[in-house]
C-alpha cells in the first residue's frame, strides 16, 4: 500500500454519494488501522505533517480521462512503440545507421526527473542540463542553443557518457512531438475545446461541427472518436437519438458504440429525450480566466 511505502498514516476523506466510495473508504482505514497497529510510528516523526487521502468516485470528474495526456512518460507509451520499458530509435555511429536501445526505469536518473513533466518543459530542462554540464566543464556555452551544446560535447569523447544520456531523451521527446504533430495536434484542440465549452477565442462551442472533420479522419483511431463523442455528450447533457446515431455514422464506429452508453454508469446522460436538433446546454459555471493556446 502507498501509505505504507511513504510512512503515512492519513485521515481519510470520501466523495459523499455512491454506497462504493464508501465501503472502500472504511475498507482502506481498516488496513490502515491493522498496519498503524503493527507499525506504531506510521505517519509519526518531527517531519511528518497532517495528511488526507481523498477517495473520489470516477463520476465526479468524466472528462479528465478522455483528454489526451501531454506528459512525457504519457506520450511516450502511447504514441511511441516502446515494449517492456524499452525505447528503440535509429542512430549514427562512424557514419553507419544502427538501431539503439535504451531502458526507461528507475535506474536512469535523467527520465525519472523527466517523465512526469509537460512535453514543452522536457524541452526547456534537457537545454538546462546540457548547459549546466558544459559549464561545470568550464566549456563556453554563451548565446549556445542545444544544437550548439552538443556539437560543443560531440568530438570529447570523455563526455561520451552524458552526451548520449541527453541526445537520447531529447530523440525520445522529438519522436514524441513528431507523432503530436500529426493528427493528435488536431485532435488535443478539440478536446480542450470540448473539456472548456469554448474555443481558445472564448467563443461556446454551439454546435457538432467542430467535432466533424476529426469524426470523418480516417487516420484518427476508432477510440479516439469514441472519446471525443463522449466529451460532447458530457458538453451538451446529453443528446438526442437522432443526432447520436448520425454522428455514430459520421465516425464510422458502429462497431464501438456501446461503450458510449457506458458513460450513464457514471452518472452522466448519453440520450436525452427532450433534445431535438441541437441539444441542451449543460449548465457550467463560467470561467474568468484568459482563453488558452494549446501547448506546443
Not at 480521462?65 to 516502446?82: N, S
Not at 536518473?109 to 522536457?122: G, K, S
Not at 484518427?220 to 443528446?239: A, E, F, H, T
Amino acid at each position: 500500500m502507498l501509505c505504507a511505502i511513504v510512512q503515512e498514516y492519513p485521515a481519510i476523506c470520501y466523495h459523499k454519494g455512491p454506497e462504493d466510495t464508501a465501503q472502500l473508504a472504511h475498507a482502506v482505514l481498516a488496513k490502515l488501522n491493522a498496519f498503524k497497529a503493527d507499525t506504531p510510528s506510521l505517519g509519526e516523526g518531527p517531519e511528518k505533517t497532517y495528511s488526507q487521502l481523498l477517495i473520489v468516485d470516477q463520476a465526479a470528474d468524466p472528462v479528465s480521462p478522455l483528454l489526451q495526456e501531454l506528459m512525457f512518460h504519457v506520450m511516450a507509451y502511447d504514441l511511441l512503440d516502446i515494449e517492456q520499458d524499452t525505447y528503440r530509435y535509429e542512430t549514427t555511429r562512424l557514419n553507419e545507421a544502427w538501431e539503439k536501445a535504451v531502458l526507461l526505469d528507475e535506474d536512469d536518473d535523467l527520465w525519472v526527473e523527466l517523465q512526469h513533466m509537460h512535453i514543452a518543459d522536457v524541452f526547456k530542462r534537457v537545454t538546462e542540463l546540457l548547459k549546466m554540464f558544459c559549464e561545470s566543464k568550464r566549456l563556453t556555452t554563451d548565446k549556445a542553443n542545444i544544437k550548439d551544446l552538443f556539437h560543443i560535447l560531440k568530438n570529447m569523447l570523455q563526455y561520451h557518457k552524458e552526451l548520449n544520456k541527453y541526445s537520447t531523451h531529447l530523440h525520445l521527446a522529438n519522436d514524441c512531438m513528431k507523432h503530436f504533430k500529426g493528427y493528435v495536434e488536431k485532435l488535443c484542440s478539440v478536446e480542450q475545446d470540448l473539456a472548456r465549452g469554448s474555443d481558445r477565442e472564448g467563443e461556446k462551442i454551439k454546435d457538432a461541427m467542430k467535432l466533424i472533420p476529426v469524426l470523418l479522419d480516417a487516420v484518427v483511431s476508432p477510440y479516439d472518436k469514441i472519446w471525443v463523442l463522449l466529451l460532447y455528450i458530457l458538453l451538451r447533457n446529453g443528446v438526442s437519438e437522432e443526432n447520436l446515431t448520425k454522428l455514430i455514422q459520421h465516425a464510422n464506429v458502429q462497431a464501438y458504440s456501446s461503450l458510449i452508453q457506458k458513460l450513464e454508469q457514471l452518472g452522466g446522460t448519453v440520450t436525452n429525450p427532450g433534445c431535438s436538433g441541437t441539444s441542451i446546454q449543460l449548465e457550467r459555471r463560467e470561467r474568468r480566466e484568459p482563453t488558452y493556446q494549446l501547448s506546443h
